[in-house]
């Protein structure tokens, strides 16, 4: 199985078909259900993965982020983390055009 390509500022991003996304009030974390378990997720994974809404592009993501936390340079660790949930299928992408 050959590793997916680096992800385009244009690709669109969202939650892979057979995970969900979802807060876990009891555990105060956001969670990814799949059929067989769940992963909880640190509050800065949930916070990013919960923009891969299958609308908004890469670059669109960054650049909310770095609104919502001005003071932090992230768009380079954005970007690695989601390939690599990319990467383990937990994210799928739309590649424009």
């Known amino acids: 199985m050959s590793k997916p390509g680096p992800l385009q500022p244009d690709d669109i991003l969202a939650i892979a078909r057979h ?27 949930g916070t990013i993965l919960s923009h891969c809404d299958g609308i908004a592009t890469l670059a669109q993501i960054i ?4 609104q919502t936390f001005p003071e932090a ?5 954005v ?19």
């Open 19 to 45: 995970m969900r996304l979802q807060w876990e009030k009891v555990q105060d974390a956001y969670v990814l259900l799949y059929p067989e378990g769940m992963v909880e997720l640190s509050e800065t994974a």
């Open 63 to 66: 650049d909310t982020l770095q």
């Open 73 to 77: 340079e992230l768009a380079d660790d």
């Open 79 to 97: 970007r690695e983390f989601l390939e690599d949930m990319y990467a383990k299928g937990w994210v799928r992408v739309e590649r424009a055009g």
